[in-house]
Nanobody
Framework: VQLVESGGGSVEVGGSLRLSCVIS????????MGWFRQISGKEREGVAA????????YYADSVKGRFTISQDNAKHTLYLQMNSLKPEDTAMYYC??????????????????WGQGTQVTVS
């Protein structure tokens, strides 16, 4: 399974960005996909994630009401729509996926496949 993110960049406070993650390889049985972010020197944190079959989602409290995770199965793509961006949203954003998420959607340890990351800067 390979994941490639795109869509990061620099945006003003209050602006919007949409991140995309194209997933290739053996994708048919992936159970969960999500977005994490990491600020330099800090641990990676869960931002939003989804169970691909049932559609149940997870959002970090800090992004609820502003970010939306979605998937396009036909395009094998995961999206993260980010609105009302704040300076504290500045981070490297990573796409993640796995065939099962035994520890829940919000935990890094649930995911075994990761993209290379895309930088988001809000100022």
């Amino acid at each position: 399974v390979q994941l490639v993110e795109s869509g990061g960049g620099s945006v003003e406070v209050g602006g919007s960005l949409r991140l995309s993650c194209v997933i290739s390889g053996y994708t048919a049985s992936l159970e969960c996909m999500g977005w994490f972010r990491q600020i330099s020197g800090k641990e990676r944190e869960g931002v939003a994630a989804i169970y691909t079959g049932g559609g149940s989602t997870y959002y970090a409290d800090s992004v609820k009401g502003r970010f939306t995770i979605s998937q396009d199965n036909a395009k094998h793509t995961l999206y993260l729509q980010m609105n009302s961006l704040k300076p504290e949203d500045t981070a490297m954003y990573y796409c993640a996926a796995d065939f099962s998420c035994p520890y829940g959607l919000g935990l890094e340890s649930s995911f075994g496949y990761w993209g290379q990351g895309t930088q988001v800067t809000v100022s």
